[in-house]
């Protein structure tokens, strides 16, 4: 059974910073790409960014620059971290795992408001 749990949401002003943790448990290893998704009310789920096995990141246009993203694999976490905040990052946050397209895992998400 795998679980992946997402912390770190919440409201702040524009310009400011969030960290998201997303803490993976059961049969995940360190062979799944981990990436955060966003989802904006009417809008479809869209990749934010994400880091492979062996370290390579990728990061949507819209926040490149802006924002990071990590990894323990020890510890079995990944993070966001997300400066510079804007009005238009505002949606709930997902983590995922994926090893392969027909393997992968969602975690339940977290709210991300920035106001202006």
């Known amino acids: 059974q795998v679980q992946l749990v997402e912390s770190g949401g919440g409201l702040v002003q524009a310009g400011g910073s969030l960290r998201l943790s997303c803490a993976a448990s059961?049969?995940?290893?360190?062979?799944?790409?981990m990436g955060w998704y966003r989802q904006a009310p009417g809008k479809q789920r869209e990749l934010v960014a994400n880091?492979?096995?062996?370290?390579?990141?990728y990061f949507a246009d819209s926040v490149k620059g802006r924002f990071t993203i990590s990894r323990d694999n020890a510890k079995n976490t990944v993070f966001l971290q997300m400066d510079s905040l804007k009005p238009e990052d505002t949606a709930v946050y997902y983590c995922n795992a994926r090893l392969i397209l027909s393997i992968q895992y969602w975690g339940q998400g977290t709210q991300v408001t920035v106001f202006s």
């Open positions: 880091i492979n096995s062996g370290g390579s990141t």
């Open positions: 059961g049969s995940i290893s360190s062979r799944y790409t």
